[in-house]
């Protein structure tokens, strides 16, 4: 099936003949998103767990949505708000250190999410991109947008999305 998705271009569902191909076997650079949503968490784990059978070097990326002009101070708030999201980082780095796995974080500021991760992907010639979604449909997915919808249709390699319902416990 094949859908047109606004302005980001068309965006192919539907099942695809796997058979021989070994993600991992080559996902050596894994990119995860993360949003500290229950959804990115589940991500991260399942991307942890094709990373330790490959080998993987592991990066993290999170961006702090925050609209701003290039040049523009960041607010306190901001800062503080960045700040937490650094140490964040830094301590799920060492969760996955400890694992055996390398980890690189990245973090960005500004309000487009999906750019930040495929400009990443294709700087760091990543093999998979793992992310949650927050399942939003309806008005509220029209007008917000899915971050992981746009970056699902404009990665330069493949992606692994954790919908809300299989990131529940149960």
């Known amino acids: ?3 047109r998705f606004g302005r980001h271009g068309t965006c192919y569902r539907g099942v695809v003949d796997m058979s ?5 076997t080559r996902g050596k650079r894994i990119l ?3 949003d500290g949503s229950v959804p990115s968490k589940r991500a991260l784990e399942n991307a942890l767990s094709l990373g330790r059978e490959s080998g993987a070097k592991i990066y993290l990326i999170r961006v702090l949505g925050l609209h701003q002009e290039e040049g523009e101070p960041i607010s306190k708030s901001g800062q503080k708000l960045l700040q937490e999201l650094k140490k964040s980082l830094d301590q799920t780095k060492a969760e996955v250190e400890k694992q055996g796995m390398e980890c690189e974080t990245l973090v960005h500021i500004g309000p487009d999410i999906d750019q930040f991760i495929i400009q990443e992907a294709k700087d760091n010639h990543i093999d998979l991109i793992a992310m949650g979604t927050h399942g939003r449909s309806g008005l509220s997915g029209l007008l917000m947008g899915s971050v992981a919808r746009k970056v699902l249709c404009r990665a330069p390699c493949p992606v692994m999305i954790i919908p809300p319902l299989l990131a529940q416990d149960g």
């Open 32 to 34: 995860v998103a993360l």
């Open 20 to 24: 021989g191909i070994s993600f991992v």
């Open 1 to 3: 099936e094949t859908r």
